[in-house]
């Protein structure tokens, strides 16, 4: 098939990838010069693992191609898919569908033969009704359908989860669009669930989800703090309760809150809609302002442990949002960061792929080492913000001969307690009180 992607981020990019991979003709479009410039010359505009490899495979091949135009990829499509941003807005925090709006405004001219005009970004209910709605104003002759077709990738597993997704779901209130979608999918059909819904279903599905699995992030650091007060030990609780089937073991990970691109905004979104329809989401709610006050707390716990000293050097590892990418947008490391430094300014960090990207919200306010011996050299404390595999397995010998006081305060739990504790470092996590407090 012919398809044209418009937007070409961490959504648009592993999506025009994956499509080119399953055998169709790809074309991608961005309004940024220097991205569609840097693709077009081979150059990777984003990380994720594998990403690179196969996108250069599908550029070489001809299969994959990049434009700033409309005209270049809309015209013959069969399926154009908006993968635009939709940001929170800054003052009311709904979603922010200026970039939806543009981009259904510039690509109906173009619109030839049927097609389906699927929207993957995350949008508020009703948003399809209203792309569908500018598309027939400035084309009104135009034949087409518009469909929800949202989005689970997870950052960091971009390509696996293109290729391996749980469902696939599709909002549809047309057989004919459904049924071009489901060719496309085909190749996915014996082994994922593909599931046609109604249009809103499909939108209001995708916020669902993501607050639901913001929730139970939630509830697991509630329940870490909890564990700190009452002397239970998170990791072991956590287990526990995943080996429960109706549980299940993921997003059960105790740690500094929620971030990235997606889980703040959507669960925004989905409570500004609450209130847009008259619904109370109190669960959602709550989790939003108890969400927000731990990046707060978090930050105290990091001065509280140097004792609030100002002079104390302390070293950050990690910078993203999570392991596996180099996106920063909403990260809880760089927000914990930004308040730990009203407390101390001797701060370093180090990332392995997101320090480019933490430079432009950082700028001079830190300093920034090439690796993470190297940012705990003279530390008094290191303090891990992000789950890297790289974090995991840290030269601990190397670490004590580098920093001035041993200290590791570990917001993700992912060193060895015992471990760490048996080198002589002072070791503190999430959900499990520290020895010296019973
Ligand atoms: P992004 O900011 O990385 O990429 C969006 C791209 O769209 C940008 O490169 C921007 O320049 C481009 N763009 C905006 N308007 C355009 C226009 N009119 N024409 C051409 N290009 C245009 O965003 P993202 O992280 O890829 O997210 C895209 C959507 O997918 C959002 O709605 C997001 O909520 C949703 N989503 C994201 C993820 C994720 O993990 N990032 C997962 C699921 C769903």
């Not at 015209?75 to 709904?94: R, S």
């Not at 060719?183 to 249009?199: G, H, W």
């Not at 989401?281 to 509280?304: H, Y």
Request: proline share 4%.
């Amino acid at each position: 098939m012919k398809i044209a992607i418009i937007g070409t981020g961490y959504v648009g990019l592993p999506t025009g990838v994956g499509l080119a991979e399953l055998g169709n003709q790809v074309i991608c479009v961005d309004k940024i010069a220097a991205k569609i410039e840097a693709l077009n010359k081979g150059k990777v505009t984003l990380y994720e693992e594998g990403l690179e490899e196969l996108y250069l495979k599908h550029l070489n091949s001809g299969a994959l191609r990049f434009t700033q135009n409309m005209k270049d990829a809309v015209p013959g499509a069969d399926v154009v898919m908006l993968a635009v941003g939709t940001p929170p807005h800054p003052v009311t925090k709904e979603a922010d569908l200026q970039y939806i709006y543009a981009a259904a405004e510039e690509l109906a001219p173009f619109l030839d033969g049927y097609t389906v005009v699927a929207t993957k970004s995350t949008v508020p209910v009703g948003t399809g009704d209203e792309v569908e709605d500018i598309i027939r104003k400035h084309n009104p002759k135009a034949e087409f359908d518009v469909i929800s077709l949202p989005e689970f990738l997870r950052e960091g597993f971009a390509l696996h989860d293109f290729f391996h997704p749980d469902r696939i779901v599709i909002g549809s209130n047309s057989e004919k669009a459904l049924d071009v979608i489901r060719r496309l999918y085909q190749p996915f059909s014996d082994k994922t669930e593909i599931l046609a819904v109604n249009r809103r279903s499909s939108e209001t599905i995708k916020y669902a989800s993501n607050a639901f699995l913001a929730m139970k992030i939630h509830y697991i650091n509630e329940m870490a703090d909890f564990c700190e007060k009452a002397g239970a030990d998170i990791n072991e609780v956590a287990k526990g309760m995943g080996l429960d089937s109706r549980i299940g073991r993921k997003f059960l990970n105790p740690g500094p809150g929620y971030g990235g691109s997606c889980f703040p905004k959507d669960t925004n979104a989905m409570a500004q809609m609450g209130r847009k329809f008259g619904v109370s989401l109190n669960l959602i709610e709550t989790t939003i302002a108890k969400n927000d006050e731990r990046k707060l707390e978090m930050a105290k716990r990091v001065a509280a442990a140097v004792k609030h000293n100002p002079q104390a050097k302390i070293a950050v590892l990690g910078l993203a949002f999570k392991g596996g990418t180099d996106d920063c947008r909403e990260s809880p490391a760089m927000q914990i960061l930004q308040n730990l430094l009203h407390y101390n300014q001797n701060v370093t960090v180090y990332d392995p792929k997101a320090m480019d990207n933490a430079r432009v919200i950082l700028g001079d306010k830190v300093s920034y080492a090439q690796d993470p011996y190297t940012a705990c050299a003279g530390a008094d404390i290191a303090v891990i913000l992000t789950e890297w595999e790289e974090f995991k397995h840290l030269d601990l010998e190397k670490l004590k001969a580098k920093m001035r006081q041993m200290q590791i305060m570990d917001l993700r739990n992912i060193l060895n307690k015992e471990e760490v504790c048996r080198q002589g470092f002072e070791y503190s996590c999430i959900g499990i009180k520290s020895r010296s407090e019973f």
